[in-house]
């Protein structure tokens, strides 16, 4: 599956956020500047973080997975949380 968001953060931002998030779930596999990529048991996942026209960058995360496996939940919370970086406000009320 293939998820994207557009988002006001940094690319660097968002790769940190990535490696916090996915860190401590998943086996890092790959870093380049602007792409990072996970493995673990329940699949595989790469993130990542482009920047765009004007102050935008876009966010891709994609999984080895078919939708709604539990690596697609966290990829989709993910991005949840790379919203809230740039609204520490925003409340996630997705169930993943």
Do not use: I, N
């Not at 006001?8 to 380049?32: C, H, I, M, N, Y």
């Not at 993130?47 to 765009?52: D, Q």
């Amino acid at each position: 599956m293939k998820y994207f968001h557009r988002t006001s953060a940094s690319p660097d931002q968002v790769l940190e956020t990535a490696k916090t998030f996915f860190g401590s779930r998943l086996v890092p596999a790959e870093e380049t500047p602007r792409r990072l990529a996970y493995r673990g048991t329940v699949g595989k996942l790469t993130v990542s973080a482009l920047p765009e026209g004007g102050h935008y960058t876009y966010v891709e995360v994609t999984t080895d997975q078919v939708g709604e496996s539990e690596l697609d939940k966290l990829a989709k919370r993910f991005l949840s949380e790379v919203h809230r970086t740039v609204e520490p406000g925003h409340e996630v009320r997705g169930a993943y």
